[in-house]
Nanobody, 120 residues
Framework: DVQLVESGGGSVQAGGSLRLACATSERVYVRHCMAWFRQAPGKGREGVATFCPVGKNSYYSDSVNGRFTISQDNAKNTRYLQMDSLKPEDTAMYYC??????????????WGQGTQVTVS
């Protein structure tokens, strides 16, 4: 079973930056959309950003547009979520996912283990 391996995250003060990484197999990396979702305690899962290799389209939710950016390293089959100008309301568990559609979390078939982001 193809895994998504997440890294990054941590604690930062408001206004700071963090970068999340999501590594996967070449097959998943080149064929499927990858997205990041987050879930704060007591709240539902929220889609924040997605990138699809077919068409090379990125999409960001209104809550992070202009602050978060997806980049990639093709040699490592890894995509990154660069998070700048972080706010306390960005605090959540962040999950990367692949093989799905847009920011519809129920459509995604593969999920990373999650990484905590805390902004104070």
């Amino acid at each position: 079973d193809v895994q998504l391996v997440e890294s990054g995250g941590g604690s930062v003060q408001a206004g700071g930056s963090l970068r999340l990484a999501c590594a996967t197999s070449e097959r998943v990396y080149v064929r499927h959309c990858m997205a990041w979702f987050r879930q704060a305690p007591g709240k539902g899962r929220e889609g924040v950003a997605t990138f699809c290799p077919v068409g090379k389209n990125s999409y960001y939710s209104d809550s992070v547009n202009g602050r978060f950016t997806i980049s990639q390293d093709n040699a490592k089959n890894t995509r990154y979520l660069q998070m700048d100008s972080l706010k306390p309301e960005d605090t959540a568990m962040y999950y990367c996912a692949a093989d799905g559609t847009g920011l519809l979390h129920r459509s995604y078939k593969r999920w990373g283990q999650g990484t905590q982001v805390t902004v104070s």
